[in-house]
């Protein structure tokens, strides 16, 4: 076998990376790295130069056949000597190892389950027998020490058992090397758990306004494109809103909701359900009063729960609470029955992803996904941005579906009523000039006029060439022989050569690995809200290009807007874009700050309306045409100093803390000072004693009297101090947090400042989980009290009272710290009893925290 003797990177390292080389030895000290930075940051050439500088055979795992090849064309082409292939240092198959063994998640599962490897999907697929195959034996025979993990967020599914199994198996000397643009931040606690214990702590970040800043990522900008649905998309919708509410309905005479309560025994014995009722009241207080409405008899204390909510009439709201809640215990209200029920709702569409929907069901939010308004949008967007950039635009349309079967409506005049690849391309067809392209894993269009050079592409790369025209249109139908690499290979460099201007593809094909570096216009026609998966697809346009360093990215995102609501954008479309924005990087619109979440695109104002919309539009397209100005906003945004650059770390953002905090109160301090001021008066007044001795107890009271006096003032001012109120939160929330073991970083600090009259805190110094454990406990300290475990009770009528964070609400001891740091003689409460649960109702109706303005969690640059 090959070795590492003669190989060396053969470029220069950008300043991040070798930063993260330099202290690679002090992260490897437990046999393990982990490093996250943002799509087109090398994490390619970091992982190789890791691996070479451990010396020994590795495997490298990714999530696809395209990532899979790239490690090796990375290798050939910056580590190994001028002339020299590949051949003995990397291998995509781990039946015959090499140096560097480069393969899929896939594949390792199959192999360490002895399966045949048979995921030939329209996409991508490989195909391997490792029945009878010994993957252990075979990697210790070929000395392999080093596993690398490459985009390490997909370990959320079996491959991670497999990869668990396969570590262990190999031995306790293995180093890890974990490299991914998208920690799963957005998973559950137990995900978050699993990702940890396998990856470790994030011991380097490198984020995307670094990237930026260094011109390793161009400058870019997200725009949100809006539409309605038609007339006879919003009867459809219509119609099937009110299919499922009667549907709701019926299970409400079925008598399954009075089935559930009476056999659940929670009327009977309710202390022994008490704290998972406490835990979630507003699911069992609609359950109650969906079986009261079917003829159950509520016990007192049922009575008590649901008149929390007797100011509403039993609604689809509660419909959905009280069936999902029979869903989730089937262990309380019967297996047989949450399952019957399970099926039902499914083959309705009224259940999706495992959450009950009524009124906003699968069927309806489909509706709003597949609106034909999206087509309109996106030939919209593709006009405009052929008219910004002519020739020089790189347009790609990322979406979900082919529909393939619907090529027969190209150069028709039918109308076009779904979204996929080939109606987008047929609609940018109809109403824009530009030249374009479809490619995915079962079809590929291209231009005639480009036919003879594509040909001559092929015949270079030696892949058989066949095409078929569509007739009228100047587009034929193309095929390449072999693998979907070869059409992948061909089709990108027809791009950067600008043979055309616009591709239409989907995202199962060039949404994860696929590297373009010329796009500098995205279009999201998908329907994917995850952070990692659409922080893949938005990593496509956001690389620089260099034979184009002034470029700039526009991205394009598609929201069918519910029509019902005005006062605020609503809908399937927009939940799904405002969970992409939540980990988003980039500069507001109308402000001097680089930060994530939708509150940046500050011109999303109400009314929203068939009116106010085109106008909306309107302005996003002007923003998207002025992309100096865009440029700019980085450059005015994110300026390190020369002592110190900006740090990026989730912020907490917020108008002030009307609970004062801190011990002060004015009312003290006037009634000491008073109460110093009447003992001098009492002593002088004593004639009978000699006057030096008055004199002496005068000065004595003075002495104490005053600096007590000064520091009482001087709490009471900083207690009526929004920042100073501000700051006592955020240090009393990371102190508790250090206290019960949550934080463990020596150097994590609190940063607090004001701007614009908002307050902003953050987490400095410390892990990227800790930053945002951090954030997300003191947004939960300042916002309005919901349901926690714990709350904080300032006095008897709930008016000063605060949520203890679920971060540090598992335990009263934890909850008795924090108290004990905000310094307001608070009152620790459990809301999980009958007594605690009015307790906590008295604190959401009086608490001036109810009052307290919006408190935003969000990433930004401080």
Not at 19 to 28: E, G, I, K, T
Not at 134 to 160: F, N, P, Y
Not at 326 to 352: V, W
Not at 832 to 837: A, N, V
Request: glycine residues 6%; proline residues 4%.
């Amino acid at each position: 076998m090959k070795d590492f003797g003669n190989i060396r990177f053969s470029g220069t390292f950008r300043d991040y990376q070798a930063r993260v080389l330099q202290n690679a030895n002090r992260h490897l000290a437990d046999r393990r790295i982990h490093i996250v930075a943002a799509p087109g940051s090398g994490k390619t050439i970091l992982g190789l130069e890791l691996i070479r500088g451990l010396g020994k055979p590795a495997v490298v795992l990714s999530p696809s056949v395209i990532i899979r090849q790239q490690w090796g064309e990375r290798f050939e082409g910056s580590f190994l000597p001028e002339g020299e292939n590949a051949d003995g240092y990397v291998s995509f198959d781990l039946k015959t190892p090499a140096l560097i063994t480069s393969v899929t998640y896939q594949a390792l599962h199959a192999a360490m389950n002895r399966l045949q490897l048979d995921d030939r999907d329209e996409e991508t697929g490989e195909s391997e027998n490792f029945t009878g195959f010994d993957l252990i034996k075979t990697m210790k025979e070929a000395g392999v020490k080093t596993v690398c993990l490459d985009e390490a967020h997909h370990l959320r599914s079996e491959w991670q058992k497999a990869l668990e199994s396969f570590l262990k198996k190999l031995g306790s000397d293995i180093t890890l090397i974990a490299l991914t643009a998208t920690p799963p931040y957005d998973s559950k606690a137990n995900e978050w758990k699993r990702y940890h214990d396998l990856c470790g702590d994030i011991d380097e970040e490198i984020f995307v306004p670094d990237l930026v800043a260094q011109k390793t990522l161009c400058p870019h900008q997200d725009y949100v494109i809006f539409n309605y649905p038609t007339q006879e998309e919003l009867q459809m919708i219509n119609e099937r809103r009110a299919k499922a509410v009667a549907q709701a309905q019926a299970e409400l005479k079925s008598g399954i909701f009075a089935q559930a309560v009476q056999e659940s025994g929670i009327l009977f014995k309710w202390a022994n359900f008490e704290e998972e009722i406490y835990a979630r009241p507003e699911e069992f207080a609609s359950l109650l009063m969906a079986a009261a409405v079917s003829g159950v008899k509520l016990s007192a204390r049922a009575q008590r729960l649901v008149a929390d909510y007797s100011d509403r009439k039993l609604s689809s709201d509660d419909l959905e609470r009280a069936m999902q809640l029979i869903i989730d215990r089937p262990d309380l209200f019967g297996r047989e029955r949450a399952e019957e029920l399970r099926g039902r709702l499914e083959s309705r569409m009224m259940l999706d992803r495992g959450r009950v929907c009524i009124e906003n069901n699968a069927a309806v939010e489909k509706a709003f996904i597949s609106s034909v308004g999206k087509l309109d949008s996106i030939a919209q967007i593709a006009r405009s941005e052929m008219n910004n950039l002519g020739k020089n635009l790189r347009m790609l349309i990322l979406t979900d579906f082919i529909k393939k079967d619907l090529v027969s409506l190209i150069g028709s005049t039918e109308k076009l009523t779904t979204m996929g690849t080939v109606p987008i391309f047929e609609q940018v067809r109809r109403s824009c000039s530009a030249d374009i392209a479809l490619l995915s894993g079962t079809l590929v269009i291209l231009p005639d006029k480009i036919l003879p050079r594509i040909k001559e592409m092929a015949k270079s790369a030696d892949v058989g060439f066949s095409s078929a025209p569509i007739e009228g249109v100047g587009y034929s139908r193309v095929n390449f022989q072999g693998s979907n690499k070869n059409k992948v290979s061909l089709i990108t460099e027809a791009f950067n050569k600008g043979l055309f201007q616009i591709l239409v593809g989907t995202k199962a094909l060039l949404g994860e690995g696929w590297d373009s570096p010329c796009i500098n216009s995205l279009i999201l026609a998908s329907f994917v809200g995850s952070f990692m998966l659409s922080n893949q697809m938005r990593g496509r346009a956001i690389r620089t290009d260099r034979n184009d360093p002034q470029k700039a990215s526009d991205i394009f995102h598609l929201v069918t807007l519910d029509p019902t609501v005005s006062d605020r954008p609503a809908g399937a479309d927009w939940d799904t874009v405002s969970r992409r924005f939540d980990c988003f990087m980039a500069p507001a619109y109308s402000s001097r700050v680089i930060e994530s979440g939708t509150d940046r695109l500050d011109i999303i104002k109400p009314p929203f309306n068939a009116q106010t919309v085109p106008q909306l539009n309107g302005r996003m397209l002007a923003l998207a045409a002025d992309r100096e100005r865009m440029k700019k906003s980085w450059e005015v945004s994110y300026r390190a100093t020369p002592t110190q650059k900006p740090e990026v770390s989730d912020t907490v953002e917020t108008e002030g803390v009307p609970v004062k905090l801190g011990g002060g109160s004015l009312t003290t301090a006037i009634l000491t000072a008073v109460l110093f001021g009447i003992l001098i008066l009492i002593v002088m007044a004593a004639l009978c004693v000699p006057f030096w001795i008055r004199l002496v107890l005068v000065l004595i009271l003075a002495g104490i009297g005053i600096p007590v006096c000064i520091m009482l003032f001087k709490k009471a001012n900083g207690a009526s101090n929004p920042l100073e109120n501000f700051r006592i939160a955020s240090d009393a929330v990371l102190e508790t947090l250090k206290k019960v073991g949550v934080i463990t970083s020596r150097d994590a600090k609190s940063e607090i400042f004001s701007e614009n009259g908002k307050l902003f805190a953050a987490l400095k110094g410390g892990t990227q989980r800790e930053k945002q454990v951090y954030s997300q406990a003191l947004g939960e300290l300042l916002s309005p009290i919901d349901n926690p475990r714990y709350v904080l009770m300032g006095d008897s009528n709930g008016v000063n009272s605060m949520a203890v964070p679920s971060a540090v609400g598992n335990k009263k001891e934890n909850a008795e710290i924090l108290a004990s740091l905000l310094k307001n003689r608070m009152q620790v409460v459990y809301t999980r009893s009958e007594k605690g649960r009015a307790a906590l109702m008295l604190c959401r109706k009086n608490s001036v925290m109810g009052q307290a303005k919006k408190v935003n969690v969000k990433r930004a640059s401080i």
